[in-house]
C-alpha cells in the first residue's frame, strides 16, 4: 500500500473511532414495537434474560435465514433454559403506507412465530445498523448493548465469535 493510501486509511479509521466517541454511550435496552398481529412487546418481555435481537431490512432477509437457525441451533441449551431471550424484528421505516398491509401479510400467521415490525426504525436509528444485512444485537441483563454485528454470508469462524460472546455474558452474570 502507498504511503497515501496508508494515510487515507488512517484518516477513515481515525474519523470512524471519533465519531463513535463523540455519539457517547449507547442508550439501554428499550423499546415498545408491535408485531404483524398487532401485539406490543417492550423490552421487559424477555425478563431478566440476556437479550438477543436479530433482524434487518429486506435485503438481510436472505441473511437472517440462512443466520438465525445457525445462532438458536448454537445457543439452543441458553434458550431453552431462559437465560437468552430472542426477538426478531424486521427492520421497515420508509415503507410506503399503501403497501404496509402486503408486507404485514408476508409474515407468518403462527401466533408464536411473531416478529417485531420497526416501521420507525428505532432499532436503527438507537443502536445502529448495516443496510442489506442480518443485524444482531446482544444486550446483558442490565439493557446494556455489548455486541452489535451486521451479518452477511454465513461465516462459522463469527459464529463461534458470537456463540462465546454470549456466553460469557451470561457467565458473568
Known sequence: ???L???????????AVSASWARGPLPPLDYAI????GTLHTDEDCGPAVVMLLGGDRKGV???????PRLHDALAIELDDGALCSVGFAHLKGVPFFVKKKVVDSFPKDLESWTLLDWKGHIAKTWGAEKDAANFYLFDRSGTL????????????????????????????
Do not use: N
Not at 34 to 37: I, K, L, P, R, S
Not at 62 to 68: D, N, Q, R, Y
Open 1 to 3: 500500500m502507498t504511503r
Open 146 to 173: 455489548v455486541r452489535r454485528v451486521g451479518l452477511r454470508e454465513f461465516d462459522r469462524d463469527l459464529l463461534d465469535e458470537i456463540v462465546e460472546a454470549a456466553r460469557s455474558v451470561l457467565e458473568d452474570e
Open 5 to 15: 493510501g496508508r494515510f487515507m486509511v488512517a484518516l477513515v479509521v481515525a474519523g
Open 34 to 37: 408491535e408485531d404483524q398481529f
Open 62 to 68: 436472505a441473511f437472517i435465514e440462512e443466520w438465525g
